[in-house]
């Protein structure tokens, strides 16, 4: 199951109160400085020294690896959160993490095959300080202990492949790819006002002490700079930076029949000082709060099947569950997985106005920054853009170094969180369509086909929260998306109606097929997606499009009542307490 959720929350607003003195984070940011010599050096030489050493040729002599890479993540972290106007954490990390990954056997078949793939995996904290010896004997035993998992795990492959019955795809286990050289500049140092952001994020969760419906509110500030290193026996050497700064904004109430309600929103940038300004911030956590204490009264929709408008971000949620999860690689190959398009390469999948690729070269979208960005994919291989669809049609998936019957490259996009290993994941799904229509056209669209199906009523989903795809085949090839904000579009010309207790739900193939039109312009979301290659940041970027069916069911309604206490008195604007 895989799920897809803003990072880590976030929404929309309008300005009214403030309860710390404006000011604005300054960020002076330093030269990048050059990759981490004394890292690399210590890494190459025992990637080179284990390779030589492991294994033996003899006839009772244990195999030799045939591929060994270390993986590092070094990286400053700064986290800062804040409810109703004070400050609840603030701490600022530093950690370098190395992944050891190790196969035994040969490409075609090796230690990770089948349900072993996490076998050439160890996963070690590595010394903060540039001390070459001890970097080196924490990689050697790291190695060590990984290559005993992967004697163990390859044994058991060869012992498996006996019994088992033919498998459907025999791709081999491992592609074959031509070495990379790219030592970037470092990623610059982290740099952070702290008093600065103090003031800001009190100012801002101190919003909420003027809406006693509101029982919890996190605002929270984050803020990383990272370069990773990529070593391999093959030869690739990449040393990539990154560095992003999110704000988010989270609140929740609950109705009086039970229904837990909240909103969210993300900001991301590439530094803390191109965040939104503090004004636009207020605004925007004002409306959010406005907004919760309206859907506390609203009516709870029941279920329906009929026409919809999804909005560009909750359009981009839904391509991003229904579809780019089901175009990953690895789901094309296994007992196990549904593939739902595997036997569809050059076959029409959605309606002809519509392409999708994946671009995770893109930093931006008109202007706005993409959270599914990277330089180099966790396997070493460069970025690069995918035309998954064009003009309907089905052209490729998205590919780690896991050959499948049709592909057998990766296309840079296998990526992992730290830990974990890589599979082919998405970055920035982009939806382009030539039906494109003013948003006024798409809304009176809806209305003449909710009349032309009898309804009195459409639905428009104006934000999004998260989602989640089941891509097996032991299960529905379903999935989910969970709605914020949701309107009734009435057909007589009633004014459009805010409910809750919506959730999308449906099945892929039909549902990417009752696409209608789309609007003229594309929106963004920036979200984390968990998988089983952990959690990871990706962006989604899609039109409105106006659906002639969709069907929804009602949420959980929840038991427990809201707050019977009611919350203290607010005396003034908090600032006496700090």
């Not at 895989?2 to 404006?22: D, E, H, K, Q």
Request: proline letters at 6%.
């Amino acid at each position: 199951m895989m799920r897809f959720r803003a990072v880590p929350s976030g929404l929309t607003g309008l300005a009214l109160i403030v309860l710390c003195p404006l000011s604005r984070a300054t960020d002076t940011t330093p030269p990048r400085p050059q990759a981490n010599i004394v890292l690399m050096d210590a890494m190459d030489a025992e990637l080179h020294r284990a390779m030589s050493s492991l294994g033996s040729t003899g006839e009772n002599g244990q195999p030799k690896p045939y591929f060994l890479s270390y993986a590092v993540s070094d990286s400053d972290s700064f986290n800062m959160t804040a409810q109703y106007g004070a400050i609840v954490q603030n701490n600022q990390s530093r950690r370098r993490t190395a992944d050891v990954q190790l196969r035994i056997g040969t490409p075609q078949e090796d230690n990770t095959h089948g349900d072993h793939r996490s076998s050439a995996l160890t996963t070690i904290p590595l010394p903060l300080t540039d001390d070459r010896e001890a970097i080196a004997r924490s990689l050697w035993f790291a190695t060590n202990r990984d290559y005993a998992k992967a004697l163990d795990s390859y044994l058991k492959v060869k012992t498996e492949q006996q019994v088992r019955a033919k498998e459907e795809d025999g791709s081999a286990d491992f592609s074959a790819e031509q070495p990379k050289a790219a030592v970037l500049p470092a990623s610059s140092p982290l740099a952070v006002d702290k008093a600065a952001w103090e003031s800001r994020l009190c100012d801002l969760s101190g919003v909420f002490r003027q809406y006693p419906d509101i029982f919890f509110n996190n605002v929270v500030v984050q803020a990383t700079t990272e370069t990773a290193y990529f070593l391999s026996s093959e030869g690739t050497k990449v040393a990539s930076p990154n560095q992003v700064a999110r704000l988010v904004i989270v609140a929740r109430t609950r109705a009086a029949d039970g229904m837990d309600l909240f909103r969210t929103e993300t900001f991301e940038a590439d530094t803390l000082a191109h965040l939104p300004d503090q004004k636009t911030l207020v605004e925007k956590t004002t409306t959010m709060a406005k907004n919760l204490v309206a859907l506390r009264t609203a009516p709870v929709t029941e279920p329906f099947n009929g026409p919809a408008i999804l909005s560009g971000r909750a359009s981009a949620v839904f391509f991003h569950e229904v579809l780019g999860h089901r175009l990953e690689g690895q789901r094309q190959r296994g007992d196990d997985e549904g593939q739902t398009f595997t036997k569809l390469l050059g076959k029409q999948i959605l309606p002809s106005f519509i392409s999708v690729t994946d671009d995770p070269t893109l930093k931006t979208f008109d202007g706005q920054p993409l959270s599914g960005h990277y330089n180099y994919d966790d396997e070493g291989q460069q970025a690069r853009r995918v035309d998954l669809i064009k003009d309907g049609v089905l052209d490729t998936f998205l590919m780690s170094r896991l050959p499948i019957a049709s592909f057998s490259n990766s296309n840079g996009h296998g990526r992992a969180e730290t830990g974990r290993m890589p599979t082919g994941r998405q970055g920035n799904l982009i939806v382009s369509s030539t039906k494109t229509v003013s948003d006024k056209e798409l809304r009176q669209m809806l209305i003449d086909e909710a009349k032309k199906q009898g309804k009195t009523y459409g639905l428009y989903f104006e934000d999004i929260s998260s989602g989640f795809a089941v891509t097996t085949r032991r299960s529905p090839q379903a999935f989910q998306v969970i709605p914020l904000v949701v309107y009734r579009v009435y057909v007589d010309g009633r004014p459009d109606e805010l409910v809750r207790g919506v959730s999308i739900v449906g099945t892929p193939q039909a549902a990417l097929n009752r696409i209608v039109a789309t609007s003229n312009k594309q929106d963004v979301f920036n979200g984390i997606c968990g998988a089983e290659s952990g959690s990871i940041p990706v962006s989604a970027v899609a039109p409105a499009m106006l659906v002639s069916e969709i069907e929804t069911q009602r949420q959980a309604q929840g038991t427990t009542r809201p707050p019977i206490l009611p919350p203290p008195p607010v005396s003034g604007s908090g600032k006496e307490n700090k």
